[in-house]
């Protein structure tokens, strides 16, 4: 079992950075493949970027590329993802979420351990 917490969210001028954080309990998280999804009110929970369980595949959804970078680092059992340019539309809760040896997937519901979220705000 994975239990993960998010941090690093806040309030950001558009324009601006932030780099969120998901720390992950237990010894065998370089054998997980992990994700960052988001939810904005009223819409549904949205795939953002995933890094694949050996850290050698990413992929990203078409509105965050070239602007975020997702990325880990298993000795601190930590994945990050790093957001430039931040534009008023990537305001919502953001998750980070965590399946077993699999390659990564934008779908959700592929993905088992969920944290909590974290809140970011991006001022236009």
């Known amino acids: 079992q994975v239990q993960l917490v998010e941090s690093g969210g806040g309030l950001v001028q558009a324009g601006g950075s932030l780099r969120l954080s998901c720390a992950a309990s237990?010894?065998?998280?370089?054998?997980?493949?992990m994700g960052w999804f988001r939810q904005a009110p009223g819409k549904e929970r949205e795939f953002v970027a995933a890094?694949?369980?050996?850290?050698?595949?990413?992929g990203y959804t078409d509105s965050v590329k070239g602007r975020f970078t997702i990325s880990r680092d298993n000795a601190k059992n930590t994945v990050y993802l790093q957001m430039n340019s931040l534009k008023p539309e990537d305001t919502a809760v953001y998750y980070c979420?965590?399946?077993?040896?699999?390659?990564?997937?934008?779908?959700?519901?592929?993905?088992?351990?969920w944290g909590q979220g974290t809140q970011v705000t991006v001022s236009s």
């Open positions: 979420a965590a399946r077993y040896r699999s390659s990564w997937s934008a779908i959700h519901g592929e993905y088992r351990y």
């Open positions: 237990g010894r065998t998280f370089s054998s997980y493949t």
């Open positions: 890094i694949s369980w050996s850290g050698g595949s990413t």
